[in-house]
């Protein structure tokens, strides 16, 4: 469902938007013989650079399974599933490895910080997987905690600051490196209501942001959460491993809620 009060991409008066992700007949399936779990049975999804779309629904669904999948994390067992115009399929582990690094940010509901690094220094670890010096890699990432209002904490350890405070440097993480897609699994689900606005409110703006050749960052985020569905460009809920055909009434209605 494309929502009425999407912000078509701002370069989209003067071309399309580019494509992100393109996934066709994609399934994934964990065990074999009776215990058999078919996580993905059959996912069709095209997705734009600057859109911001949420995946919904009941836990179990396969939401984490698909952005697994399009991320490059898990291999899809059939289909086609391409990112940027390249199938995963067709690279190495080791390319696939680099390719995560170069195109993909992470956030999840449990933040994953390294507990003994500081703030700048977890924000670091994806520059510096890029091949960048812990000295190189301190000013970018000193830089990113300061766009999500943590520019005065860099020196933090994660068990100083309150679980706000680190889910915003692991928005600084994912975003460090300027990723092409930013995939949020549950970024709300440990947060309070407020909280979770002004991680939504980061998460948004990603969204938004173009980089210096004009292109847009594509903004996948997997939610439970109702209170968080207006910030969605468009909503797509699944059920069992396959996408419904319209998201339910009450999505559509929380989603306008607030618009
Ligand atoms: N590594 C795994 N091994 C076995 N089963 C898995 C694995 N990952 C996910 N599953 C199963 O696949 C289904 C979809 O899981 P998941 O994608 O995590 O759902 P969601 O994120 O919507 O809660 C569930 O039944 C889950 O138990
Ligand atoms: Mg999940």
Known sequence: MILPHANPDPASTVRLPETAVSLRGVTKAFGSGNLTVHALRGIDLDLAAGQLVMLVGPSGCGKTTLVSVISGVLDADAGQCKLFGVDWKSLSGEQKTARRAELVGFVFQSFNLLAPLSAWQNVAVPLIIRGMSQAQAKGPACDALAAVGLGDR?????SQLSGGMQQRVAIARALVGKPRLLVCDEPTAALDAKTGQTVMDLILAASKRV?????????????????IFHYAD?????????????????????ARHHT
């Open 154 to 158: 860099t020196e933090a350890r994660p």
């Open 211 to 227: 980089d210096d050749q004009g292109r847009g960052c594509c903004v996948i985020v997997v939610t439970h959460d109702n209170r």
């Open 234 to 254: 468009r909503i797509e809920e699944m059920e069992d491993g396959r996408f419904k055909e319209a998201p339910a009434d009450f999505i559509i209605a929380e």
